[in-house]
């Protein structure tokens, strides 16, 4: 059988804090049925861009039938390589980590240059991987959830056109369900609800046709 892998964060699984989604309802569980491929899911809530690449590197035993689609996630999620995990500022989530260690990181955010640099070289790795795939399957796509303002990146969606899942007429698919509230959960937290996995499953099942 071929397989559908999937590469990302939280917005890849069926994660809600309320239980509010069940796995079959997921996109990518959606799409491998309507595709008829086993799904290999490596996506896990929270992971920095560091982390989606480091699991890529380590479960990339793709075949020339096989889809891979890989979700960029938000870019000041950080990853430390020495404890092998990512540490996310944004929602505090620094368990494990001394005040120094935090404060390290914490500069890296407020120092633009640092963060351009940390990003930029995450952007690289992003595009020698998404050309290293497309020399075994051309069926390799890739989408962002935060928005990015580095000319690297506007030149690897130019460069990889056909492979880059466009956010409708959005600069990125977290402005996207912003502006369509639907897509988001009942309760206030911002991850996708049962129509927003249903119609970006319908979004993508075409799009990868």
């Known amino acids: 059988m071929n397989n559908l892998y999937v590469f990302g964060d939280s917005f890849s699984t069926n994660f809600s804090t309320i239980n509010e989604i069940e796995l079959q309802d997921s996109w990518p569980t959606l799409l491998s049925n309507k595709l008829g491929y086993e799904l290999k899911s490596f996506a896990s809530a929270g992971i920095s861009n560091y982390g989606i690449l480091n699991t890529i590197y380590n479960n990339s035993n793709f075949d020339k039938n096989d889809i891979v689609i890989i979700g960029i996630t938000f870019y000041d999620r950080l990853y ?33 240059n640092g963060m351009m640099q940390y990003t930029q070289t995450a952007l690289l790795q992003y595009n020698f991987i998404i050309d290293s795939i497309k020399n075994i399957t051309p069926n390799v796509y890739f989408w962002n959830m935060d928005k990015c303002g580095l000319p690297l990146f506007n030149e690897m969606v130019k460069n990889n056109q056909k492979n880059y899942i466009k956010p409708f007429n959005e600069v990125c698919w977290i402005d996207y369900c912003n502006s369509n509230p639907k897509w988001w959960q009942t309760n206030d937290d911002r991850h996708f609800g049962k129509t927003g996995h249903l119609e970006f499953f319908q979004y993508l099942y075409p799009y990868i046709q």
Request: no cysteine.
């Open 80 to 112: 430390d390589f020495w404890k092998n995990i990512g540490i996310d500022l944004r929602n505090n989530d620094t368990e494990g980590f001394t005040q120094n260690e935090i404060n390290f990181y914490q500069e890296k955010i407020i120092n633009a």
